[in-house]
């Protein structure tokens, strides 16, 4: 399931990463199979009103400083501007108190909108932004970097 929901964020991706596809047809991802194999790394899936809605992968950094990453983060589009999103994300962040980090794609304009407004929604204290081109993305992003607090405040 995670797999065919994964094609359809890498063809709504490919539009800002110009990606092409493989001889097959399909999009590469060479990181999913991690979401299974390693304990920092997580899967989730968003449902909304019973329905498949999307997914949401998170990754420990343990090896960097121990916050938590949203790597990839996918609504489909019949469930976007709807809250789903919003809501799924809030979820995500509750699910791991402390430090988080997320990269924007700079040509990916809605969705630093969106992730400005959930983050500034659940960070407790300051938010930090980086804008550029980080050595471990492939082209210019912000990245955010905030803390979320625990159930208890």
Known sequence: MLVNLMQFYLHDFSEIREAELTPHGTFVYNYL???FTETTREAYFIRAD?????FALARGDVDDDGSWNVAEFFVVRRHRGRGV???????????HPGE???SVDHNNERAGSFWRSVV????????????????????AVTRLRFRVADGDG
């Open 33 to 35: 199979d991690y979401y």
């Open 50 to 54: 019973g329905h498949l809605a999307g």
């Open 85 to 95: 999103a919003r809501e799924a994300a809030r979820l995500l962040f509750a699910r």
């Open 100 to 102: 988080w980090t997320l």
């Open 120 to 139: 500034n929604e659940v960070a407790v204290g300051a938010v930090a932004e980086v804008d550029g081109h980080l050595p471990s993305e492939p082209v």
